[in-house]
């Protein structure tokens, strides 16, 4: 360990003896002055035991008040007024020894003790805020930053930098509560975003640290606001036991949707106490999905997972709570039968699927036998075993599907709404849940993104008027169990993902909130297989409401389940498994080298 390295211990010890030696000279610069220079021998005979009683009195005082335990460089006003309480406890002590013991002590000029009581003071207390001045002279040379949010948090990291806390050193707060712009914190001035641009010409504010929550689109017109005001380096602060952490933006952040109607307390009646058993439960969505249903107290869940790894992750991530890890693929019907004999769960929510859209072109049978047949078969199964509730995880590109995986889901979706026609006395509700890209998931952009400006680019965007739909992993999942708790059966639910966002912005954004964008190239590669321009949720503007904003409903695509088996029986041995394909959706519209 070196030796340099601070510690409390070493702390208390510099303190120690510095309080000593200063102590000392205080004390005998006390008598010089006492006596005019010339102090007379008489009163030095005892200087000793009255200095070693008095120092001995100021450190048990010291550390009565806690003096020791404050790092240098974070000493307050409260420091202060503690080492005044301390000096005043330490110098009232002394004078009652002196009384008790007086024929011992004498003689003692006893205005001494008032000079020295002043000097001691004066002297220790300098010390302990010289650190503290020596940093703030050093400021010129940190990042100049304006704090984001006039707040308890702000202030205290404001206090915190001021000190010395990291490399940026704040000169100003800014703040859309028009009551507190004007007023000064901590001897900052506290600005409007009016104020703003001209304070951070003058003052060359190139920084700005963010101390409160806002919300995404917020977030977002907050930047842009910043730059106009010249400032390009924004990031998020917190402050952890004296330890600032500061993060760059993500664009997560600013691509967020937060659902305003949210209902966890109707998720947690419809999972808490049931059994739960989820397929492809090592999948971005249905790890997210395992999560979120051992977060709402679900009895035992059943984890169905054909990759090992993922099976692995997302067991080893929940072990506190043992879940049942099956290593098994959704097309092994009879695999999957006897799981479902032994522990007989009562929800079901099927993730399990290949979704990759060009992977799934290069791999039509296989994604055709997992995505269709391994959905066939949990659903069957599902009926079976008096599951009540059977949910389909479907997608956005089901709708007018140009590709086969989105092809697939939509076929998934018929069998969901349709199945009932073979099985009229089943009792278990089957609806299906479509959404668009979650943010983080397996298949997103945005990974690839972050990948690609780690090695320094390009970033390959596909075409520069490509848009999708974006929601943050949980709270698309979250919204899932949502849907499923008002299921009836046979609905496609539709969640609300909000506003189309071009991908080309996305990986801009990301690029400028690196400050790469003048560093990275981004490439446009073409569409690839299967590849729609703009993605869609709905296959008409018409669509049923439901109590949640966020959450609608589809219009039923009824067709004669009859028919549709035997079109799905033809699927498995044809040739021609695009053109069965097209027979099983009309709208199926291939496009082999995309728009």
Same mark, same amino acid.
Not at 207 to 236: M, Q, Y
Not at 382 to 397: A, M, N, P, Q
């Given at each position: ?6 510690t409390?211990?070493?702390?208390a010890?510099?303190f120690i003896?510095?309080? /000593? ?8 610069a #006390? ?5 005019? /220079? ?5 009163f ?9 009683i008095?120092v001995?009195l100021k450190?048990? !005082? ?8 404050t ?14 309480r301390a ?6 002590a002394?004078g009652?020894i002196?009384?008790?013991f007086?024929d ?5 000029p006893?205005?001494?003790? @008032? ?11 300098a ?7 020596y940093?703030?002279?050093k ?6 930053? +304006? ?10 990291i404001a206090?915190?930098l001021?000190?010395g ?7 100003a /707060?800014l ?14 001035p ?7 641009q ?9 920084s700005a640290?963010?101390?409160?929550h806002?919300?995404?689109k ?5 930047i842009n606001?910043?730059? !106009? ?7 998020k602060? #917190? ?5 600032t952490?500061?993060k ?17 307390e109707a998720v947690?009646?419809?999972?808490s106490?049931?059994?739960?058993? &989820?397929?492809? !439960?090592?999948?971005s969505?249905g ?5 979120q249903?051992?977060? @709402? ?32 693929s ?8 006897r799981? /479902? ?5 009562q ?7 290949y979704?990759?859209v ?5 791999n ?5 036998k ?14 079976e075993y008096?599951v009540?509730k059977? +949910?389909? &995880? ?9 590709n086969?995986?989105g ?11 349709n ?14 849940v479509?959404?668009?890209?979650? &943010? ?8 690839? @993104? ?7 680019g390009?970033?390959?965007?596909t ?9 943050l992993?949980?709270e698309a ?11 009836k059966?046979s %609905? ?8 189309r ?7 801009k954004k ?12 981004i490439?446009?590669?073409g569409?690839?297989p299967?590849?729609?321009?703009? %993605? ?26 009859a ?14 498994k695009?053109? +069965?394909?097209k %027979?099983?959706?009309? %709208? ?8």
């Amino acid at each position: 360990m070196n030796i340099l390295t601070p510690t409390q211990t070493k702390r208390a010890l510099f303190f120690i003896v510095a309080d /000593f030696a200063l102590s000392l000279f205080s004390f005998y610069a #006390s008598y010089l002055l006492r006596f005019n /220079f010339e102090i007379p021998q008489i009163f030095m005979d005892n200087f000793a035991p009255l200095f070693a009683i008095l120092v001995s009195l100021k450190i048990a !005082a010291f550390l009565i008040f806690q003096g020791y335990r404050t790092p240098w460089r974070f000493f307050s006003v409260q420091n202060l007024l503690n080492l005044v309480r301390a000096h005043l406890l330490a110098y009232a002590a002394f004078g009652v020894i002196f009384i008790l013991f007086a024929d011992l002590l004498n003689p003692f000029p006893r205005s001494v003790i @008032f000079i020295d009581f002043v000097f001691s003071i004066f002297l220790l207390g300098a010390l302990r805020i010289s650190k503290r001045v020596y940093i703030e002279a050093k400021a010129e040379r940190k990042n100049l930053c +304006v704090i984001i949010g006039a707040t308890n948090e702000g202030s205290f990291i404001a206090s915190h930098l001021k000190s010395g806390g990291g490399e940026y050193y704040p000169v100003a /707060f800014l703040e859309d509560d028009r009551q507190k712009i004007g007023g000064m914190i901590h001897g900052f001035p506290v600005l409007g975003l009016k104020e703003l641009q001209n304070y951070a010409d003058k003052k060359e504010i190139r920084s700005a640290l963010i101390a409160k929550h806002f919300h995404p689109k917020e977030l977002g017109r907050l930047i842009n606001e910043l730059k !106009a005001a010249g400032i390009e380096d924004v990031k998020k602060i #917190s402050l952890f036991e004296n330890h600032t952490d500061i993060k760059d933006i993500s664009i997560e952040e600013l691509l967020a949707r937060e659902p305003k109607d949210l209902d966890t307390e109707a998720v947690a009646r419809f999972i808490s106490g049931k059994s739960v058993l &989820i397929t492809g !439960a090592g999948g971005s969505i249905g790890s997210e999905i395992t999560r979120q249903c051992a977060k @709402f107290g679900a009895k035992k869940l059943i984890l169905v997972e054909n990759g090992e790894y993922n099976l692995y992750k997302i067991s080893d991530e929940l072990s506190a709570y043992k879940t049942i890890n099956k290593l098994v693929s959704v097309v092994d019907k009879e695999t999957l039968k006897r799981i /479902f004999e032994e522990h007989r769960p009562q929800i079901v929510i099927h993730a399990a699927a290949y979704k990759h859209v060009p992977l799934a072109e290069e791999n039509i049978d296989e994604t055709i036998k997992n995505n269709i047949f391994g959905t066939k078969n949990t659903i069957e199964l599902s009926i079976e075993y008096g599951v009540e509730k059977f +949910v389909l &995880i479907s997608t956005d590109k089901a709708v007018r599907p140009t590709n086969v995986m989105g092809a697939t889901k939509r076929v998934c979706e018929l069998i969901a709404q349709n199945i009932k026609q073979k099985y009229p006395n089943a009792k278990t509700e089957i609806a299906a849940v479509r959404f668009g890209n979650v &943010i983080g998931s397996s298949g997103s952009v945005i990974p690839k @993104f972050k990948e690609q400006i780690a090695k320094g680019g390009p970033i390959t965007v596909t075409h520069p008027d490509i848009e999708r739909y974006f929601m943050l992993i949980d709270e698309a999942c979250a919204l899932v169990l949502q849907a499923a708790a008002i299921a009836k059966g046979s %609905e496609i639910f539709i969640l609300d993902m909000g506003e189309r966002v071009k991908i080309l912005d996305v990986a801009k954004k990301m690029l400028e909130l690196v400050h790469k964008q003048n560093e990275i190239k981004i490439v446009f590669t073409g569409l690839r297989p299967g590849e729609k321009l703009i %993605e869609e949720l709905l296959t008409d503007e018409s669509a049923a409401s439901t109590k949640y904003q966020s959450i609608t409903v589809a219009k039923e695509s009824r067709c004669d389940y009859a028919q549709l088996e035997n079109v799905l029986e033809n699927l498995k041995t044809s040739g021609d498994k695009l053109s +069965v394909l097209k %027979e099983l959706v009309p %709208e199926f519209d291939h496009k082999l080298n995309g728009n």
